[in-house]
């Protein structure tokens, strides 16, 4: 088992940042590769960003590259979400997700580990 929880959520106005951070515990942090999710209100739950297990690869949805960069720190159990130039819709609950599998995963159905989510609004 693997818990995790989101925080560092907010309102924001559009062009500013916000760091989201998930702080995982329960099992080796380093053997899970991580991912970001969000859900916008009658939408679903869409990717946002992934890393691996060592964190030397990335990846990104086309509607946040060059905006967003997802990190973490295995030896702080941590994973960071860095959104810069948040639009309106961006909007949404950002959830972090942990799997046990190895390299890039960005389908939902691949994590089976969730946390709660974070708000996030941006306003315009």
């Known amino acids: 088992q693997v818990q995790l929880v989101e925080s560092g959520g907010g309102l924001v106005q559009a062009g500013g940042s916000l760091r989201l951070s998930c702080a995982a515990s329960g099992r080796t942090f380093s053997n899970y590769r991580m991912g970001w999710f969000r859900q916008a209100p009658g939408k679903e739950r869409e990717f946002v960003a992934a890393?691996?297990?060592?964190?030397?690869?990335?990846y990104y949805a086309d509607v946040v590259k060059g905006r967003f960069t997802i990190s973490r720190d295995n030896a702080k159990n941590m994973v960071y979400l860095q959104m810069n130039n948040l639009k309106p819709d961006d909007t949404a609950v950002y959830y972090c997700?942990?799997?046990?599998?190895?390299?890039?995963?960005?389908?939902?159905?691949?994590?089976?580990?969730w946390g709660q989510g974070t708000q996030v609004t941006v306003s315009s």
């Open positions: 890393i691996t297990r060592s964190g030397a690869s990335t």
């Open positions: 997700a942990a799997d046990d599998g190895v390299g890039i995963a960005i389908l939902s159905r691949q994590y089976v580990y």
